[in-house]
């Protein structure tokens, strides 16, 4: 093509006529599945397309629309609002995020991310800053300060104090936490703590105090960076 205009996506069942070894699951058992893109990985997961799109075509759409960290942070809900996402689908794709995250927390402990700092929180959690709802984030921390857990403890609440601390101090006890960290998106954009966010931080580290496991911090994300309320000198 000659006008610059990009190639046309392949549409149906097209991607039945690109030869056998360039389709993604031919080329994952030939060149191993580290070799394909972001787009072809997601089409193995979503198995079919619809008459409009390919897999292979809705897995590109679907990274250059939300990025992989932003995929990463979706909901069953908000998988099944994408275009040719049925609800198995969508919970198959939210269960495949979630088993990487898994995996990587429970790594060797040498190879586990370590939080020594807000930024570090940050740079794990920074896919929160696409999602369209708030999320409710805990990171799970053992004695070296290494990654042993991320959960999500509430998504598309108003704010943070319609979660109950026992909610967030289960995964603490269950996964054997030294102590944690919060955080939770405002897509609004604005990164200055509410009122009630101070008040739920507060309310948190109290409980946190009656049974011994540390709250660290308590991050808000944004897409414009992060800020810290135990820098703030909220608690």
């Known amino acids: 093509m000659t006008d610059g205009s990009a190639w046309p996506e392949p549409r149906g069942d ?11 699951r031919e ?24 008459a409009k799109a390919s897999a292979l075509a809705a897995g590109e759409r679907l990274v250059r629309r939300h990025g992989l960290g932003g995929l990463a942070g979706l909901t069953p ?24 995250r898994r995996a990587s927390a429970s790594a060797d402990p040498a190879e586990r991310p ?18 369209r709802k708030e999320h409710l984030v805990g990171l799970y921390l053992d004695a070296q300060n290494a990654l042993i857990h991320r959960e999500t403890i509430s998504v598309g609440s108003l704010n943070t104090t319609r979660t109950h601390p026992r909610e967030i101090l289960y995964p ?10 919060l ?15 101070v008040a ?33 000198g909220a608690f």
């Open 14 to 24: 097209r991607l039945a006529a690109l030869p056998r070894p360039h389709r993604p």
């Open 27 to 50: 080329r994952a058992f030939a060149k191993g599945i580290a070799a394909l893109s972001h787009g072809e990985l997601l089409s193995l997961v979503l198995g079919s397309g619809t």
């Open 77 to 100: 809900a908000e998988w099944r609002r994408e275009p040719g996402v049925g609800a198995a689908t969508a919970a198959r794709l939210a269960a495949a995020f979630e088993l990487g």
């Open 114 to 131: 370590r939080i020594t700092r807000p930024r570090e929180a940050w740079q794990l959690t920074r896919d929160l800053a696409r999602a």
């Open 172 to 181: 603490a006890i269950a996964h054997l936490a030294l102590g944690f960290i």
């Open 183 to 197: 955080v939770h998106n405002h897509p609004s954009g604005s990164l200055d703590p509410s009122d009630e966010d």
């Open 200 to 232: 739920f931080t507060r309310a948190v580290h109290r409980a946190c105090e009656t049974v011994g496991i540390e709250l660290y911090d308590h991050l808000i994300v944004a897409k414009g960076g992060f800020t810290s309320l135990r820098e703030r």
